[in-house]
T-cell receptor, first 113, second 111 residues
Framework: DAGVIQSPRHEVTEMGQEVTLRCKPISGHNSLFWYRQTMMRGLELLIYFNNNVPIDDSGMPEDRFSAKMPNASFSTLKIQPSEPRDSAVYFC???????????FGSGTRLTVV | RKEVEQDPGPFNVPEGATVAFNCTYSNSASQSFFWYRQDCRKEPKLLMSVYSSGNEDGRFTAQLNRASQYISLLIRDSKLSDSATYLCVVSGSSNTGKLIFGQGTTLQVKP
């Protein structure tokens, strides 16, 4: 069982550049979640999908952020253009059904300089 | 008011001590409850689910009080390896699988 797989593990980019984070959920899980974690704000839900359909993107901070889930085994979170305040750890998580716990990926540590 | 509130700590305790964390939540419609553990620079991992009747897993005991909207975690005979941040997690009100995470309580167990 591979678990939730995220890439890259670390990303350092310059302000203004486009950043794409990738996630492969656990096979058979029908919900996928993107979170952002910082020391100041803790773990924040950005967006989640049920059966590949975006359900709630109210946590997405700005139009610079976008997420897609073209199929059940892949999702991307894109930031364009990136800013230093986007620096954080971005986690992807997946779950099966409703009311169940989430399995998290190892996260992508993003630094925007 | 935050949807899930926890005392951030840190709680500094000696090995072998018993320590308890508390959490309150605002949404009375929440149906599922969990404690997660997060080690430094790692992802959150499920520690245990919390059931209405209370449940135990080795040295860990979780309790739920729906009337007071209160969840607790008790750790007995604490070990150095228990040092971590403990996140209280509550399901959202809609039937979509969304979970609400508390800010976490940091525990440091010292020799």
């Amino acid at each position: 069982d591979a678990g939730v797989i995220q890439s890259p593990r670390h990303e350092v980019t310059e302000m203004g550049q486009e950043v794409t984070l990738r996630c492969k959920p656990i096979s058979g899980h029908n919900s996928l979640f993107w979170y952002r974690q910082t020391m100041m704000r803790g773990l924040e839900l950005l967006i989640y999908f049920n059966n590949n359909v975006p359900i709630d993107d109210s946590g997405m901070p700005e139009d610079r952020f976008s997420a897609k889930m073209p199929n059940a085994s892949f999702s991307t979170l894109k930031i364009q253009p990136s800013e230093p305040r986007d620096s954080a750890v971005y986690f992807c998580a997946s779950s099966q059904g409703t009311g169940n716990s989430h399995d998290f990926g190892s996260g992508t540590r993003l630094t925007v300089v | 008011r935050k949807e899930v509130e926890q005392d951030p700590g840190p709680f500094n305790v000696p090995e072998g001590a018993t320590v308890a964390f508390n959490c309150t939540y605002s949404n009375s419609a929440s149906q599922s409850f969990f404690w997660y553990r997060q080690d430094c620079r790692k992802e959150p991992k499920l520690l245990m689910s919390v059931y209405s009747s209370g449940n135990e897993d080795g040295r860990f005991t979780a309790q739920l009080n729906r009337a007071s909207q209160y969840i607790s975690l008790l750790i007995r005979d604490s070990k150095l390896s228990d040092s971590a941040t403990y996140l209280c997690v509550v399901s959202g009100s809609s039937n979509t699988g969304k979970l609400i995470f508390g800010q976490g309580t940091t525990l440091q167990v010292k020799p």
